[in-house]
């Protein structure tokens, strides 16, 4: 598939999956208060003054709070690693993104993140296997796979994303609770039978559907940095092959945090999840879809 036609596929497929997301934050909220009072409209209104509410406290945390959970350290000018800071450096006048901010984590096994709600306010992370392991054309690549979501926004999406699943798993425990209240709702009424059953299974539901589709937008936003910064770089193979580098280790970062593990390039637990269950896409498909660039 041609690279551009790559990115494009991936934008649209992002935002079909953030739309249906929403729409399912809208459904938990009315499902809740449907079950409770009858009413599905005031859910739909609560869900969004509270997942909107939610997410904004998330947005405004400070990047310094994921850069400690994962004892990184700040490099603060070219004088303390040269390469690294003149490799992002560049990166971003390609990608025309300010230059992110520049942390080193001390840790044996390769891998890399950025975070940040705004290319003003981003920030990169590697660790020193990275700077190890990879020779210069395979650390450019990844740095321009983090460079790419700093410049497609994805750190901030991945913000939003979590906060929705913590504003549905609060939503579906309240929807619990009133349900071992009792409803003074719609329950006799038997024409609504139906959608009262779908309302608790939803409710019930809410959780484990909200964070596969967490997952699977985490996993498209991992394509879609791939497939820019393969046009950054002008060079698929290389991070092709620091992929393949990066997954032949089998050690964990043990500095990485487990609320932050989507972030990295790739899994820095080293799990075994697949599917839908996992934070990544297989490598094997990454890495097929780069060699195919």
Do not use: C
């Amino acid at each position: 598939m041609h690279l551009y036609q790559q990115i494009s596929r991936n934008k649209r497929k992002t935002i079909f999956i953030v739309a249906g997301f929403v729409f399912f934050v809208l459904a938990v909220g009315a499902a809740i208060t449907y079950l409770y009072f009858g009413d599905y409209i005031s859910g739909m209104i609560l869900a969004t003054l509270f997942g909107g509410g939610y997410t904004l406290i998330m947005l405004l945390s400070s990047t310094n709070v994921v850069m400690k959970m994962n004892h990184a350290k700040e490099i603060r000018s070219s004088n303390d690693h040269a390469y690294l800071w003149n490799t992002v450096d560049s990166l971003s006048l390609v990608a025309q993104i300010p230059q992110p901010r520049i942390f080193i984590i001390r840790d044996e096994s390769p891998n890399a993140f950025a975070t940040g709600t705004s290319p003003k306010k981003a920030a990169v992370a590697v660790t020193t296997g990275l700077l190890d392991q990879l020779n210069r054309e395979e650390l450019e690549g990844v740095i321009a796979h983090e460079i790419a979501h700093v410049r497609n926004y994805d750190v901030r999406l991945a913000t939003i994303a979590v906060a929705l699943v913590s504003a549905i798993a609060i939503l579906s425990d309240i929807g619990a609770r009133s349900m071992m209240y009792g409803s003074r709702g719609r329950r006799d009424n038997k024409q609504n039978g139906l959608i009262l059953i779908l309302s608790i299974v939803l409710i019930l539901l809410s959780p484990l559907i909200a964070t596969l589709i967490r997952l699977a937008i985490s996993r498209n936003r991992e394509f879609l940095a791939d497939a820019t910064a393969a046009e950054l770089t002008r060079n698929p193979y290389a991070l092709a092959n620091a992929l393949k580098k990066i997954t032949n280790s089998h050690t964990p970062v043990k500095e990485a945090s487990s609320t932050s593990a989507s972030l990295y390039f790739a899994d820095p637990l080293k799990k075994k999840a697949a599917g839908l269950f996992s934070t990544h896409p297989q490598p094997g498909e990454r890495i097929k879809r780069l060699e195919a660039m």
